[in-house]
Nanobody, 119 residues
């Protein structure tokens, strides 16, 4: 059973930067994808960014492309989400998720980290 723990959320002003971390434990498989999703109040959860197990392949939502960067630490853990030029519309609870390579749905989820961007 994979456990994911997010950290690094907080309250910032528009234009500021913030870095989220996702630390995984209990993983028993070698090929996987780790992603960040977010959910704002009253809205559905949406995909933000994803990275494969090697760190060599990434994917981003159009709304964050060019502002957010997903990357892995030297030991492939944790996974970071560097968020620059934050906007009020980035305010949400950010979730880390993971799935085995080839699976459709993400099987493992963290508890979430709150990011609030004031204007």
């Amino acid at each position: 059973q994979v456990q994911l723990v997010e950290s690094g959320g907080g309250l910032v002003q528009a234009g500021d930067s913030l870095r989220l971390s996702c630390t995984a434990s209990g993983r028993t498989f070698s090929y996987y994808i780790t992603a960040w999703f977010r959910q704002a109040p009253g809205k559905e959860r949406e995909f933000v960014a994803a990275i494969d197990y090697s760190g060599g392949r990434t994917d981003y939502a159009n709304s964050v492309k060019g502002r957010f960067t997903i990357f892995r630490g030297d030991a492939k853990n944790p996974v970071y989400l560097q968020m620059n030029s934050l906007k009020p519309e980035d305010t949400a609870t950010y979730y880390c998720a993971e799935k085995r390579l080839g699976e459709g749905a993400y099987s493992y989820w963290g508890q979430g980290a709150q990011v609030t961007v004031s204007s």
